[in-house]
């Protein structure tokens, strides 16, 4: 047995963990500070007692709230060179994945020359960022316990991963509280990336026992809480099994990485417009059909984790039982297919051969081909 198994973040689970920020970075002894969000996290005031924790501890704070959903390039470097003007020592990202992976990718800007461009792949971050403390509101990518950054190269029209030693968060509050005001589609659609990444971590190639234990508890916490979350939004306890879940599913993906899915994902999100969670959703169970010849053992101990009796059935059963479930499970919180999501069939071509250039498929537990992707999206329109 060998595997390699890495977390960048220390972490406070708990409810108004948020509230210590001032507290935290005040330890860091450091003055001025900058606050990152987009604008739907200031105008929902969310941010206000972070700030005011911020302040309280006496810290020159910056705010920026100018974070788009896949966060571009562009929006990155404008960031990062208010930073620097600003002599930012220290950041605080608030909100989704992309408020999180726009944090990750300023603070590298921050001791490394733009363009951000230069740093895609694994491990090319040299120097260390200003310490970068991640606040989730959502369920949903988990950024805030990972290696990686996205960033969208508008130019190349490509979702670039930025990942390895230097771009992780140094601390993670996860405060089960700021969730409670996320609107039934934004927890639907976060919620399933989350059960995405856990899934596709569980039968990556790449995957360890540690990955796999973090994997299967998120799968159970995900499918247990999100309809319930989706439904009763002011629901704590779902929404900290949400977040418990997201958070170990970041776990897995961190080290095991992904799949194709996410592979699929990161083109329709930049040719199509989509959402990360919605764009995972729709071609999940279709990657995992299509995955299922070389996994299918594996597709059972999903199915047991999210409390199916496919114990004592024969294995296609198992995979057929696990994989409906999981499309239902989208179909009955409001996720669309491609075809409901006004995808345009004209992007499939192009779609399926960005799909085969991403890093995700490297650990796919199949080697696809450019008419095996076109299948999955053809079948996910349906």
């Known amino acids: 047995m060998h595997f390699q198994f890495s977390l960048p973040s220390s972490i406070a689970f708990a409810p108004e963990s948020s509230k210590t920020a001032g507290h935290l ?3 860091l002894d450091v003055k001025k500070v900058l606050a990152i969000y987009d604008s739907g996290v200031k105008g929902s005031g969310i941010a206000d007692p972070i700030a005011a924790s911020l302040k309280a501890a006496k810290l020159e704070v910056t705010e920026w709230d100018g974070v788009t ?12 060179r208010l930073a620097r003007e600003a002599q930012i020592e220290a950041i605080v990202a608030v909100g989704g994945g992309s408020a999180i992976d726009a944090g990750k990718a300023v603070a590298i800007l921050m001791t490394n020359e733009s363009p951000i461009a230069q740093y895609e792949g694994i491990n090319l971050v040299k120097s260390a960022g200003p310490p970068l403390i991640a606040i989730p509101t959502t369920a949903g990518t988990a950024s805030e316990v990972t290696s990686f950054t996205v960033v969208t190269d508008t130019a190349r029209k490509k979702k670039m991963v930025i990942g390895g030693q230097n771009v992780g968060a140094r601390y993670a509050l996860i405060d089960p ?3 409670v005001s996320l609107p039934p589609a934004l927890t639907a659609e976060t919620g ?3 059960l ?10 790449a995957a360890s026992v540690p990955t796999d234990i973090n994997a299967l508890k998120a799968i159970e916490l995900i499918a247990r809480n999100l309809p319930r979350a ?5 629901d704590v306890d779902a929404r900290t099994g949400m977040l418990l879940g997201s958070m170990l599913a970041g776990f897995a993906y961190n080290s095991a990485i992904l799949g194709l899915a996410h592979s699929i994902s990161h083109p329709l999100t930049v040719h199509c417009g989509l959402s990360h969670g919605i764009a995972n959703a729709a071609v999940l169970p279709h990657v995992m059909r299509y995955n299922a010849p070389a996994v299918s053992g594996k597709i059972r101990d999903i199915g047991l984790s999210m409390g199916l009796n496919v ?4 294995a296609d059963e198992a995979v057929e039982t696990t994989i409906a479930a999981i499309a239902d499970l989208s179909r009955r919180i409001g996720i669309p297919t491609l075809r409901e999501a006004e995808v345009s069939r004209e992007a499939f071509d192009a779609i399926a051969t960005d799909a085969l250039k991403e890093i995700s498929t490297i650990f796919n537990p199949r080697n696809p081909k450019k008419e095996d992707v076109l299948r999955i999206l053809e079948n996910a329109y349906q």
């Open 196 to 205: 995405s990444h856990a899934i596709e971590a569980y039968l990556s190639a």
């Open 69 to 80: 959903a896949n966060p571009t390039d562009t929006c990155i470097e404008e960031c990062a």
């Open 230 to 234: 989706v439904a009763h939004g002011s």
């Open 311 to 314: 114990k004592e059935v024969p």
């Open 25 to 27: 970075v005040l330890g």
């Open 192 to 194: 399933m990336g989350a």
């Open 177 to 179: 509280l700021l969730t």
